[in-house]
DNA sequence: GCCAACGTTGGC
DNA sequence: GCCAACGTTGGC
């Protein structure tokens, strides 16, 4: 066994990219407004590896791997009336999302698309391959993320 | 653009 | 605490 944790992040390219990461090399991931995934990414630990996922584009797919570097950053977004995650019942005293930050590690040499991992992995080894699943953040186990990486490296 | 899945909200 | 209505995600 490991105590390296493998996770799988989502993200819209139009939004931010797996190159738009490769420019900046580190990046604080906000935004994230469901509980389900920001209690994952409180259990996450620093040297985690995560792969990016680019998810509502053509086509969906494992496109990089990253890793965690920072943890529990109060998510700075929450507060900010302008932004798009702005949460009016957040208040400073008690914050109600937070983020980490991630290095940029490499981009898949290929991209490993949905229909690709749909053949490889059912949805109990892998979530992102059940139909509407929803989740921005998913653990990943470890003998699948072997494979994965295997996949893009 | 459609729609399945499913989380969130609010009336009661 | 139930549950219908609503909103969001994201593949197709």
Not at 14 to 28: C, E, F, P, Q
Not at 80 to 94: A, G, H, R
Not at 122 to 149: Q, T
């Amino acid at each position: 066994m490991t105590d390296v944790n493998y996770w799988l992040m989502k993200s819209e390219p139009d939004a931010y990219s797996i190159d738009t990461l490769k420019n900046d090399g580190v990046t604080l991931w906000d935004g994230i407004r469901n509980y389900q995934a920001r209690n994952y990414m409180r259990t996450m630990k620093k040297g985690d590896k995560v792969f990016f996922y680019h998810s509502n584009c053509k086509p969906p797919g494992i496109v990089g791997l990253m890793e965690i570097i920072d943890l529990n950053i109060v998510d700075p977004t929450q507060f900010d009336q302008q932004s798009k995650y702005f949460d009016p019942k957040s208040k400073p005293e008690n914050p109600r999302w937070d983020c980490v930050k991630v290095k940029f590690l490499f981009k898949s040499k290929t991209i490993l698309s949905l229909p690709e991992l749909k053949i490889l992995f059912n949805e109990n080894d892998l979530l992102v391959v059940k139909k509407g699943n929803r989740l921005s953040i998913l653990p990943v186990k470890y003998n699948v993320a072997k494979k994965l990486l295997e996949k893009i490296s």
